[in-house]
């Protein structure tokens, strides 16, 4: 699967962003996709995630700030930042987990950063 983010850049804090990640198939091969993000020196986390089924799920510095959704018919999961804030700032890589047993595919990254 190969996986194309877009959307990033700087905003201040406060601000919104919305990230893409388009997906080269039927995001019903997934089992799962998600969002995660990795800020300079430290390591990638994991952001949100949405199942095969729409069901979503959201890591505790970032829930009733982010959503997380897909559109089907483009191959494409978003993730709406709202409320930014500088410890928002990160490049945010998209993955797509597909298969059993699980195969990943990993997106290149696109940068968020958040100004103060």
């Known amino acids: 699967v190969q996986l194309q983010a877009s959307g990033g850049g700087l905003v201040q804090a406060g601000g919104s962003l919305k990230l893409s990640c388009t997906a080269s198939i039927s995001l019903f091969s997934t089992n799962f996709m998600g969002w995660y993000r990795q800020a300079a020196g430290k390591q990638r986390e994991w952001v949100a995630g949405?199942?095969?089924?729409?069901?979503?799920d959201y890591a505790d510095s970032v829930k009733d700030r982010f959503t997380i959704s897909r559109d089907n018919a483009k191959y494409t999961v978003y993730l709406q930042m709202t409320n930014l804030k500088p410890e928002d700032t990160a490049v945010y890589y998209c993955?797509?987990?597909?298969?059993?047993?699980?195969?990943?595919?990993w997106g290149q990254g696109t940068q968020v950063t958040v100004s103060s």
């Open positions: 949405i199942s095969s089924s729409g069901r979503t």
């Open positions: 993955k797509a987990d597909r298969g059993i047993p699980v195969v990943t595919s």
